[in-house]
């Protein structure tokens, strides 16, 4: 199995290229972008140094799955699927916070609560929960989206009041937040599955927002398996899960927390294989159809040929 970890493609009219963690974003022109999926991985804001393959594929698939499933809540960036591991969409201007939204108390928000704080970006959480809790109503999160390092939890007065994004299109994010959530789990529920959390990024495009990026994946999402939830719940055991945790969960035992000094574990093919094997798992679950490997013998060459086809087709 290959990965695709770095891109470097030239395309007609390109006007510039962006390298976040996972994604390589070329700018077309001034109406356009392609966003490719790579397959890096990042936990802890640290880009790790395997590729895992077919992670791609398996975020690209299923974020376009989840914005053709959502356009009817708003309009989204996304034109077209050029690649199983690019899509092509609109160009727009970011705001620069991520919407996360939160219906059971687990990861970061757990290891706040667990350090004894009981307020998280501004919003009040009830005592005596315990891991892995629902709580009486989805919260949302918000943080900082930063260009280079860790985001920042931030509250809703401190975007308004620093100007971040204006009220009245924070309080219409937030709209669009809880509408998307409650998308999400109703499509996840029909699966089996929990949508625990996850974040959503929008922008805005001659005035109107649109979502963008990427919706619902295991990469800005976590799920549980809605069967023997409440049993494992009462008994205090971990919930079996399908998301980016179990990485996490992983370079922790292993002495990493994206801390100076810490040195990421290494990443043996058997560990590599065990990841990529998560992520086809998930696909599975919440498409609920086989996931179908797509020609991995030139991955770059593939995927210029796709998106510069399509591109001569605008």
């Known amino acids: 199995m290959k990965a695709l970890t770095r891109t470097d493609f030239r395309f007609p009219d390109q006007q510039s290229k962006y390298t976040g963690k996972v994604r390589d974003v070329y700018s077309i022109g001034s109406d356009y972008l392609v966003m490719v999926a790579t397959d890096r991985i990042s936990a802890f804001d640290v880009v790790l140094p395997e590729g895992i393959p077919f992670k791609g594929q398996v975020l690209n698939q299923i974020a376009s799955r989840f914005l053709d499933a959502t356009a009817d809540i708003l309009p989204n960036w996304k034109i077209a699927e050029v690649d199983p591991m690019a899509t092509l969409g609109l160009r727009c201007e970011p705001f620069k916070v991520e919407m996360v939204i939160r219906g059971y108390l687990t990861g970061h928000a757990w290891r706040e609560y667990k350090a004894g704080k009981r307020t998280l970006c501004g919003v009040p959480l009830p005592d005596g929960m315990v891991e892995n809790q629902r709580f009486p109503e989805p919260i949302i999160t918000p943080t900082t989206k930063a260009d280079e390092g860790h985001d920042e939890d ?5 975007i308004i009041a ?26 996840a529920a029909e699966k089996g599955l929990i949508l625990v959390d996850t974040k959503y990024e929008f922008g805005k495009r001659d005035g109107r927002i649109l979502l963008m990026d990427e919706i619902h994946t295991p990469d800005s999402s976590r799920y549980f398996y809605a069967e023997g939830y409440e049993e494992r719940l009462a008994r205090g055991e971990h919930q079996k899960q399908l998301s980016k945790e179990f990485v996490r969960e992983w370079l922790m035992a292993n002495g990493f927390q994206g801390q100076a000094g810490q040195k990421v574990p290494e990443m043996t093919p058997e560990v590599v294989a065990g990841i990529t094997d ?5 696909y599975e679950h919440i498409v609920g159809e086989p996931f179908v490997k797509a020609e991995d013998t030139d991955l770059a060459a593939r995927i210029e040929m796709n998106i510069t086809n399509f591109l001569k087709s605008l």
């Open 154 to 158: 931030i509250s809703k007065e401190e």
């Open 162 to 187: 620093r100007g971040i994004v204006g009220k009245e299109d924070y309080e219409q994010l937030e709209a669009y937040t809880r509408a998307l959530f409650a998308r999400g789990t109703a499509m």
């Open 278 to 282: 998560r992520y086809i798992e998930l």
